[in-house]
């Protein structure tokens, strides 16, 4: 990258398009897999893609906020699932939208879905592209034409409440620039999900994302004080309060909308003081089953630790965290207010009382790399890295793709022995030959926590896609079977359709249809998810 040059997104991959693995790195991944490809697959340019021609063009109101550019178009037609990444690599772009819009102000938002219903032209809302579940496509045919809403020049903070500890946001807004935006102040939304640096403030409310926080405050849902979204038929803006009793909530008709009823434009938010005092520690276990109870253990004494993440032996392999065949639990605790270590002393206590072994644990603070937990600090640059890594497995035609869900305690243990085996058997009936599933918990509750599952197999080029996808319904079937929820914090999409359309209540679906219709009549909101 020339100094001083913009950095460039990946119009076909994760992030930033020269953070990518190199081919030497490429090939160094695919030997640890038998069976990948021996040379790793060259991305194409854009020159050599076929779009599809524009079926409608930018009218003469939003020339100047759109464009047709050919890597735009290229970049918007996909997410950044795995089959989204193997797609864009086969140069298949042929749902990519007639065009792209970057509305600036709210105003701009109404215009558009005003001529799109009387056009029947489909608005697909994008953030920064980073879905894995198929949010950000167009897959139909019954539209004149389809439209990718970029949001990201809808990106400030429109107000600050330091007395109440609260802000006014604008929808498109990325993840450092909230938070560079709120740091004079002393504030944090500290809501970070991997998709961090490529996601934005609408698209975590948008699909229910899930953060950092792996206790307690998992979920964007509860730092939303208000909302405010444009849907085609109107204007819908809730209250600003700390808590209300009033009937359903209009915000939890939005949160998770995924953009099908309407487009979030600003939210208030709850912010915190940014922590100042943090420790983290790891601890080992020899089986499954003491740590499930550990981590359960910590949840049901009270304990709200900001990192509770539990790896399996796979998992910790993979990260680098352990390559002892142990289980290995990370856990770290903060504070903007006083030093937390009686906070982690508590909690290596309750660990060694369930079995585990607690690795010395520094001090204080997180700031000082000597002091650091080893475990903490390997799982933590793998957590960041791990997208760009599934993007070189693509290249060499490794399945590398992840999913998760959530159940109560009771169940745990008995849904992460039949995924590992059921996928496990699906793996080697699908591609020929055995793969790996590790799994981790991301997110714990009191009454039961978030397994998240990575798949590893080589594929054959050419079938990765149906591959993967057929790997996909063999681990809804499990997790419906177990009556297990479809998506813990990916959202649903079009990948998850299927398996949400069976999770949720038949005369709810029907509720939601009939919202939809009552705010979208035309049916130009994101069609295809949730309904």
Known sequence: MTTGSPRRRSWWGWGWADAALSDEECRSYGALIPGAAAEPRVPPSIADLKLPR????????????????????????????????????????????????????????????????????????????????????????????????????????????????????????????????????????RHFPQSFEFSTLGGWLATRSG??????????????????????????????????????????????????????????????????????????????????????????????????????????????????????????EESAHHPVDDALDVLTEIVRDAGGTVASAPTESDTAPATRDRAADSWRSSFIRMPYVRDAMARMSVISETFETATTWDRVEALYDDVRTGIGAAITEITGAPGLVNCRL??????????????????????????????????MEILTSHGATVTHHHAVGRVHRPGYDRQRPERFAAALGAIKAELDPAGICNPGVLI
């Not at 600036?104 to 558009?112: K, T, W």
């Not at 997110?443 to 896609?465: K, L, M, N, Q, W």
């Open 211 to 332: 953060g950092h926080y792996a206790t307690n405050r998992t979920h964007i849902d509860d730092f939303v004080e208000s909302m405010r979204v444009v849907t085609p038929t109107g204007t819908i803006e809730s209250w600003r309060l700390p808590g209300s009793g009033a009937g359903p909530s209009p915000d939890r008709m939005f949160l998770g909308s995924e953009g099908t009823l309407g487009v979030i434009t600003e939210a208030w938010m709850r912010l915190q003081d940014r922590p100042v005092h943090k420790r983290s520690t790891s601890a080992t276990f020899e089986d499954a089953h003491h740590a499930f109870g550990a981590v359960r253990a910590v949840l049901q004494a009270g304990c709200t630790p900001a990192n509770c993440r539990l790896l399996d032996p796979g998992e910790a392999g993979l990260s680098g965290a352990s390559r002892a065949g142990e289980w290995v639990l990370v856990l770290g």
């Open 54 to 189: 524009p079926r409608v063009e930018p009218p003469d109101a939003f020339a100047s906020i759109s464009t047709v550019d050919p890597e735009v178009r290229a970049g918007h037609t996909y997410g950044k699932a795995y089959r989204d990444v193997v797609r864009a690599l086969d140069g298949d772009v042929d749902a990519a939208p007639d065009f792209v819009v970057y509305p600036g102000i709210e105003g701009d938002v109404v215009a558009l879905l005003d001529w799109a219903s009387d056009a029947n032209v489909a608005v697909i809302p994008y953030g920064a592209g980073s879905s894995v579940v198929g949010g950000t496509e167009y897959d139909g045919s019954d539209h004149a034409g389809v439209v990718s809403m970029d949001l990201s020049h809808m990106s400030r903070v429109l107000d600050v409440d330091r007395v109440s500890r609260a802000a006014r946001l604008s929808a498109g807004i990325l993840g450092p620039a909230l938070e560079d935006a709120l740091r004079p102040e002393g504030l944090t939304l």
């Open 442 to 475: 991301t997110h714990s509750y009191v009454d039961g926590t978030a397994p998240y599952f990575t798949v590893i197999a080589a594929s054959r080029p050419g079938s990765e896609v149906a591959m993967w996808d057929a790997i996909k319904a063999a681990a």
